[in-house]
Structures are given as structure tokens and as C-alpha cells.
């Protein structure tokens, strides 16, 4: 069955850098978008970053474009994000999660997805 988990979550010092994993299984990379989404408590989870499965195509939210990267690893199927110049609002729990292709257009909104992993705790405080 479908299958992600997260791993590389931590603790940083504002201005740090962290690398996220998100190890799939039970599918291709080429068969769905992989979304990474972050959620604090009492707030709805935020689209961060998608990768298409397709054609590799790399979308980013306003609030960290230019800090994020997404990129995947299809021999390993695992996708990362590299986020750099971490602030304390980027603290969050980081989910990576599938969207359908069709869907990719929305792959922002938290309702797309279609399975999830467990989610990585990352904490930016000095």
C-alpha cells in the first residue's frame, strides 16, 4: 500500500539550514505529485512546496520561495525539501503527502491529498 515517511526533522537556530526526507513506497514518484505542507497548532496546514511526478515541474509558496527546495530522487523514490534561512515562523510539524496528477493545480489547498505521512517536528529558536 502507499506508503511516506518523513524523516530529517529537528531543532535550528534562525538563519540554519535542514534537509527533509520523504521516503515513499508502494508507488512510482512518476505516478503523483509529492507535496510537502506544514502545520502549526490552531492554524489550517499550508501548502509549502510540490514536485510533479510527471515532467519534475517545482512549485513554491510565496512565504518560502527562495529559502526551499524541493527536489526528489527517483532511484531512492524519496523526495527532500532543503530549507534554508530558517525563521521562527517556519516552525511547524512538515507533512509530505500525494496529490493526483489531474489535481496538481490545487496541490496547495489541504483538502488535494491523497495520502499523508506521519509528519517531522521542525523548530527554529535560538
Known amino acids: 500500500q502507499v506508503q511516506l515517511v518523513e524523516s530529517g526533522g529537528g531543532l535550528v537556530q534562525p538563519g540554519g539550514s535542514l534537509r527533509l526526507s520523504c521516503a515513499a513506497s508502494?508507488?512510482?514518484?512518476?505516478?503523483?505529485?509529492i507535496v510537502w505542507f506544514r502545520q502549526v497548532p490552531g492554524k489550517e496546514r499550508e501548502g509549502v512546496s510540490c514536485i510533479s511526478g510527471s515532467d519534475g515541474s517545482t512549485y513554491y509558496a510565496d512565504s518560502i520561495k527562495g529559502r526551499f527546495t524541493i527536489s526528489r530522487d527517483n532511484a531512492k523514490n524519496t523526495v527532500y525539501l532543503l530549507m534554508n534561512s530558517l525563521e521562527p515562523e517556519d516552525t511547524a510539524v512538515y507533512y509530505c503527502?500525494?496529490?493526483?496528477?489531474?489535481?496538481?493545480?490545487?496541490?496547495?489547498?489541504?483538502?488535494?491529498?491523497?495520502?499523508w505521512g506521519q509528519g517531522t517536528q521542525v523548530t527554529v529558536s535560538s
Open positions: 503527502a500525494t496529490v493526483d496528477p489531474l489535481y496538481r493545480n490545487t496541490w496547495y489547498l489541504p483538502s488535494t491529498p491523497d495520502y
Open positions: 508502494g508507488f512510482t514518484l512518476d505516478a503523483y505529485a
